[in-house]
């Protein structure tokens, strides 16, 4: 009996990773996306932590750049930004 339980067991566990994986694929951010966080100042500083300042906005590539730059314009209690953000 255990023989059987075993493949029965891994064949579940393997579709609750499946679906795990697929719920945070469609939770991520479409990238490239590009972000204002108040000023045009401002943006330009943020986007010196990995993002590409195009004189007006800040572009990123990777969705590691994109959740520091929220985090950080969110965070800046000097500014108390809100990001814009779009594709």
């Known amino acids: 009996m255990s023989m059987s339980f075993k493949p029965t067991l891994m064949m579940l566990l393997a579709l609750v990773v499946l679906l ?3 719920v945070v694929q469609t939770e991520a ?3 490239p996306i590009w972000c204002v966080c108040g ?8 986007c010196s932590f990995g993002g590409n300042w195009d004189g007006g906005s800040c572009g990123m590539i990777t969705t590691r750049a994109y959740e520091n730059f929220i985090a950080i314009c969110k965070n800046d209690k000097s500014y108390k ?3 814009h953000c779009w594709n």
């Open 29 to 31: 951010v479409t990238v």
């Open 39 to 46: 000023n045009t100042e401002h943006t330009r500083l943020l």
């Open 81 to 83: 930004g809100t990001p």
């Open 20 to 22: 795990v994986v697929a």
